[in-house]
């Protein structure tokens, strides 16, 4: 049976789930730089899976939309085979962090994709905050220097595929929550999901040239805790945007890269630049903007 709680605690356990995620770019490039990119990502996804089921179980699958279960799956395992091999292939931690902002621009695209879509109602303003989350993306890639279209193809340029990656990711996860509004019929599928990211992960490490995986006691740790909190992340946020204050929930998200942004820096020891943050704050504003408008519309 489904857990019943009240729609405070719910909405506690999704504020929980935004945190937990707020977590993830920085410890999955941990990850990779101790096992890998392609390897590290494919441990990753198996532990978060193994904790997924314990937490909510294997997904009920009869009386469920065929089209959730193959474009739900299908697009939650390309986002996230993105996100991990574009933290994994990224230069270095400083470029990582940045490249986990680029993630953030999903909910901007999430809306401009259900008015295209679904036929949601938008105007003006939504379109404004979408170049302004954009042009927040520029700015922080500018480093201590002045922004210019020229600065951020110079950065595009010297790793393009993890930019490319990043960027492809922000586009299918917005497809991916378009989708799921569409056709999961309060169905979730995610532990299966995971499962298939997991599988696909191991395809591509098994024909990558990556060494093979070595495990210390710090490893197995830190893929315990980056699995767990992965799984948890999940579990908690199925429960909060059921039984919870959606509205609450939603706004809450959208400084996810405030606390994605300021946790990484701590955890990677990397120092970030005020242009940074000034380029963060404009994604969070841009991405508030689209969604307040497009509610009101």
Known sequence: MPLVISRNSATLLGGAAILLWSTSVALIRDISEALGASGGAAMLYSVS????????????????????????????????ICLALSLGYASDRGQAIELGMINYLWPC?????????????????????????????????????????????????????????????????????????????GKNGVALFSLA????????????????????????????????????????WNIGIIQGNMTLLATASYFTPVFSAAFASLWLGVDLTPAFWQGVVMVCAGSLICWWFTRRA
Not at 50 to 78: D, E, M, N, Q, T
Not at 198 to 209: D, Q, T
Not at 211 to 226: G, I, R, Y
């Open 49 to 80: 899976t193994v904790f997924l089921l314990l937490l909510i179980g294997w997904p009920k699958l009869r009386g469920c939309s065929r089209s959730y279960f193959f474009w739900g799956g299908l697009l939650f395992a390309a986002y996230e």
């Open 197 to 236: 990211t997991s599988l696909l992960l191991w395809l591509k490490y098994g024909f990558s040239h990556e060494a093979a995986l070595v495990f210390t006691s710090t490893v197995v740790l830190q893929l315990t805790v980056t699995g767990a909190v992965m799984g948890a992340a999940y579990a908690a």
């Open 109 to 185: 695209l999430t809306v401009m994709l259900a008015i295209m879509m679904n036929g949601q109602r938008g105007g003006p303003a939504v379109y404004a905050g979408l170049l302004l989350s954009l042009f927040g993306i520029g700015w922080l890639m500018c480093g201590d220097g002045t922004w210019t279209p020229l600065h951020m193809l110079h950065n595009i340029r010297q790793n393009p595929l993890s930019y490319t990656l990043a960027f492809c990711g922000a586009i299918i996860w917005a497809l991916y929550c378009n989708v799921t509004r569409k056709y999961a019929g």
